[in-house]
């Protein structure tokens, strides 16, 4: 079956603890993106890249990191400096010359 | 940056009713527009999108939207609603800029369809 895959669902961590977050495409798609949903504030642009090894902040950059070292991943580290991650994250990907994005089912993180 | 609003947060509305949820989008240049839903629990789906031509455009299940250039807005709407299109619908806007093609949503607007 072809799509994206986000694991874990849910991830409950402490303060101060960096986390990553898994998105794998079997879709061949070049541009992937990591996107945070919190209520009433839609979908807001974390990371994205278009190509193997490169990757562009988006609108709230601060606090996370990416890497894209293979064309189907692109992990997602929410490190300690984030000042407020419980949120829902989703990942997507879209084709070379964008036509639309396709998403993952998510990952509901939990900072205690 | 392009910019897009919704202005409806949460609409409520009866089985057979019409719908239609704004959205206006800030953006000079070029654009490609799309409404996603998100039912409870499921993925973002794509619903319809908008590239170029006909500026009214038909998506799935009866869903329609209309690009009018002058106002900056992308419409969604259906005649009659019915209590399964209960979900969170989001309008998108991607435009080509220096860093490449970046999708930016707006904020959501809740629907309940009351049977």
């Known amino acids: 079956d072809g799509g994206i895959t986000q694991s874990p669902k849910y991830l409950f961590r402490k303060e101060g603890q960096n986390v990553t977050l898994s998105c794998e495409q079997n879709l061949n798609h070049d541009a992937m993106y990591w996107y945070r949903q919190d209520p009433g504030q839609g979908l807001r642009l974390i990371y994205y890249?278009?190509?193997?090894?490169?990757?562009q902040k988006g609108d709230i950059a601060e606090g996370y990191s990416v890497s894209r070292e293979k064309k189907e991943s692109f992990p997602l580290t929410v490190t300690s400096a984030q000042k407020n991650p419980t949120a829902f994250y989703l990942c997507a990907s879209s084709p070379q010359g964008y036509t639309e994005a396709f998403f993952g089912q998510g990952t509901r993180l939990t900072v205690v | 940056a392009q910019s897009v609003s919704q202005h409806n947060h949460h609409v409520i509305l009866s089985e057979a009713a019409s719908l239609e949820l704004g959205c206006n989008y800030s953006?000079?240049?070029?654009?490609?527009l799309f409404w996603y839903v998100q039912y409870p629990g499921q993925h973002l789906q794509l619903l319809l999108k908008?590239?170029?031509?006909?500026?009214l455009v038909k998506g799935i299940k009866g869903f329609e939207a209309e690009f009018i250039k002058s106002k900056f807005s992308f419409n969604l709407r259906k005649p009659s609603v019915q209590w399964s299109d209960t979900a969170e619908y989001f309008c998108a806007v991607t435009a080509n800029n220096n860093a490449g093609n970046m999708l930016t949503f707006g904020g959501g607007t809740r629907l309940m369809v009351k049977p």
């Open positions: 953006y000079g240049g070029t654009v490609n």
């Open positions: 890249s278009q190509i193997v090894n490169d990757f």
């Open positions: 908008y590239f170029s031509g006909d500026p």
